[in-house]
């Protein structure tokens, strides 16, 4: 009785059913003494819960569930071999194979799991493996790792001053982004973009130490000042992440410009509303190197190089050739019997102007301090450097300062 009423609480039986002869049989979901079959000459009957007895549905005879139906069976016919009465036991799903299934897949996790902690890691991977940038220091302070690629090394077989410079200007605009002062511009805040304004620097001074090489994982950290009235300072220090050694010392000046005028602007004072609460109140990394740029002409320069022209992949998105590209424009007149056995140093640049898709450049290189001829055997090299527009408009000058190679980072390019 109390299985039968536990099983009519899920699965109501109906008051009423049709027997065989279509003959309506009235009947409660848990009293059976209504029912008094005549048994046939074996006297044994047997009880289906849940059956009805077959309705005609377009001819065919179809089992309706949810009555009681009674089947007369003989006395040589073994009861064991029916199916069993459903109750509310036996219908529900085999939970032990669903445990056994969610064990598996546990089980298996766990392995690969343990697979992956086992393996060794790399000390130089301390923290931040990913590249993954985060403020510092008071919130003033952004750093962001960087693994140096192979893609990303010269001849040397140790990054080249275009990989370091590009981490420099990855992680200001990261640092800007951070902050949460990024609008639709190259680095430019809300309030630029709504006066159409855009950053160009004007002045940078880079002195490299050491140059990381393939697999090093080296941290940048980057802040910025005031300069001048209308000015903005950055700079930048990497370091090993591994030994903590200093590798880069970096320094940069910015300007405003009007991106439809193509003008320099004063600081508008919402945009300086929204930069003066990230300015840090600090000496530049480096001392500024005021010795005066040389003016270079066809005359007194040593190497040129002509017919430089921006291809689609050197513009940045306001449109004008990345401030990296000019590094490597500057370079392409260098000798290469000083960047075979010198390594670049120290490095000042003054933007002039930018330039476009559609410029042709010259680059000029002089060479001081020493014979050209004997550039190989030189200790330490400074060059003078101008790219110009073909109708002689100053882009950029800059002066460099080489130190030879340790016999450890020539690289032999006969082999």
Same mark, same amino acid.
């Given at each position: 009785?109390?299985?039968?009423?536990?099983?009519?609480?899920f699965?109501?039986?109906?008051?009423?059913?049709?027997d065989?002869? #279509? $003959?309506?049989?009235?009947?409660?979901?848990t009293?059976?003494?209504?029912?008094?079959? !005549?048994?046939?000459?074996? #006297?044994?009957?047997?009880?289906?819960?849940?059956a009805?007895?077959?309705?005609?549905?377009?001819? $065919?005879?179809?089992?309706?569930?949810g009555?009681?139906?009674?089947?007369k *069976?003989?006395?040589?016919?073994? @009861?064991?071999?029916?199916?069993?009465?459903? !109750?509310?036991?036996?219908?529900?799903?085999?939970?032990?194979?669903?445990? =056994?299934a969610?064990?598996?897949?546990?089980?298996?996790?766990?392995?690969?799991?343990?697979?992956?902690d086992?393996?060794?890691?790399?000390?130089?991977?301390?923290?931040?493996?990913?590249? @993954?940038? &985060?403020?510092?220091?008071?919130?003033?302070?952004? &750093?962001?790792?960087?693994?140096?690629?192979?893609?990303?090394?010269?001849?040397?077989?140790?990054?080249?001053?275009?990989?370091?410079?590009?981490?420099?200007?990855?992680? =200001?605009?990261?640092?800007?982004?951070?902050?949460?002062?990024?609008?639709?511009?190259?680095?430019?805040?809300?309030?630029?973009?709504? $006066?159409?304004?855009?950053?160009?620097? *004007? &002045?940078?001074?880079?002195?490299?130490?050491?140059?990381? *090489?393939?697999?090093?994982?080296v941290?940048?950290?980057?802040?910025?000042?005031?300069?001048?009235?209308?000015?903005?300072?950055?700079?930048?220090?990497?370091?090993?992440?591994?030994?903590?050694?200093?590798?880069t010392? =970096?320094?940069?000046?910015?300007?405003?410009?009007?991106?439809?005028? /193509?003008?320099?602007? $004063?600081?508008?004072?919402e945009?300086?509303?929204?930069?003066?609460?990230?300015?840090?109140?600090?000496?530049?990394?480096l =001392?500024?190197?005021?010795?005066?740029?040389?003016?270079?002409?066809?005359?007194?320069?040593?190497?040129?190089?002509?017919?430089?022209?921006?291809?689609?992949s050197?513009?940045?998105?306001?449109?004008?050739?990345?401030?990296?590209?000019?590094?490597?424009?500057?370079?392409?007149?260098?000798?290469?019997?000083?960047?075979?056995?010198?390594?670049?140093?120290?490095? *000042?640049?003054?933007? /002039?102007?930018?330039?476009?898709?559609?410029?042709v450049?010259?680059?000029?290189?002089?060479?001081?301090?020493?014979?050209?001829?004997?550039?190989?055997?030189?200790?330490?090299?400074?060059?003078?450097?101008? @790219?110009? @527009?073909?109708? #002689?408009?100053?882009?950029?000058?800059g /002066? !460099?300062?080489?130190?030879?190679?340790?016999?450890?980072?020539?690289?032999?390019?006969?082999?």
């Amino acid at each position: 009785m109390v299985a039968t009423s536990a099983t009519s609480s899920f699965f109501p039986l109906p008051s009423s059913s049709l027997d065989p002869n #279509g $003959k309506t049989n009235k009947l409660t979901s848990t009293n059976f003494s209504g029912l008094n079959p !005549t048994p046939n000459s074996s #006297g044994r009957l047997k009880v289906k819960p849940n059956a009805q007895a077959p309705s005609k549905i377009n001819g $065919k005879k179809v089992s309706l569930p949810g009555s009681v139906h009674i089947v007369k *069976t003989d006395n040589n016919h073994d @009861l064991s071999q029916q199916h069993a009465p459903r !109750t509310f036991i036996n219908q529900l799903p085999d939970w032990s194979m669903l445990l =056994a299934a969610i064990t598996t897949v546990f089980l298996a996790a766990e392995k690969q799991w343990m697979m992956l902690d086992t393996k060794p890691r790399r000390s130089d991977m301390i923290m931040d493996p990913f590249g @993954l940038g &985060r403020i510092v220091q008071d919130g003033l302070v952004y &750093r962001q790792n960087f693994d140096i690629r192979s893609y990303e090394i010269g001849a040397d077989r140790s990054a080249s001053i275009e990989t370091v410079m590009n981490h420099l200007q990855e992680t =200001a605009l990261n640092h800007v982004k951070s902050a949460g002062l990024l609008g639709d511009g190259f680095g430019s805040t809300p309030e630029m973009v709504k $006066k159409n304004l855009i950053w160009v620097v *004007t &002045r940078m001074q880079v002195v490299v130490d050491k140059y990381p *090489t393939w697999g090093d994982v080296v941290e940048v950290d980057t802040w910025v000042s005031k300069s001048g009235k209308n000015g903005m300072r950055r700079d930048w220090l990497v370091r090993d992440c591994n030994t903590g050694e200093i590798l880069t010392r =970096a320094s940069s000046v910015w300007v405003m410009m009007n991106k439809l005028t /193509r003008r320099l602007s $004063k600081l508008p004072e919402e945009v300086r509303g929204e930069i003066e609460p990230y300015f840090v109140n600090s000496d530049p990394i480096l =001392a500024e190197d005021s010795r005066k740029l040389t003016k270079l002409d066809d005359k007194t320069a040593d190497y040129v190089r002509s017919g430089l022209t921006p291809r689609w992949s050197d513009l940045d998105v306001n449109q004008h050739v990345n401030n990296v590209k000019y590094i490597g424009w500057i370079l392409e007149s260098a000798p290469v019997e000083m960047m075979e056995k010198h390594k670049l140093k120290s490095m *000042t640049l003054e933007y /002039r102007r930018e330039c476009g898709r559609d410029s042709v450049l010259q680059s000029l290189t002089a060479v001081s301090g020493c014979d050209v001829g004997s550039l190989g055997t030189a200790g330490e090299v400074e060059c003078q450097h101008l @790219l110009r @527009l073909q109708d #002689g408009a100053e882009v950029v000058k800059g /002066r !460099t300062v080489w130190s030879s190679k340790t016999p450890s980072t020539t690289w032999d390019t006969t082999s």
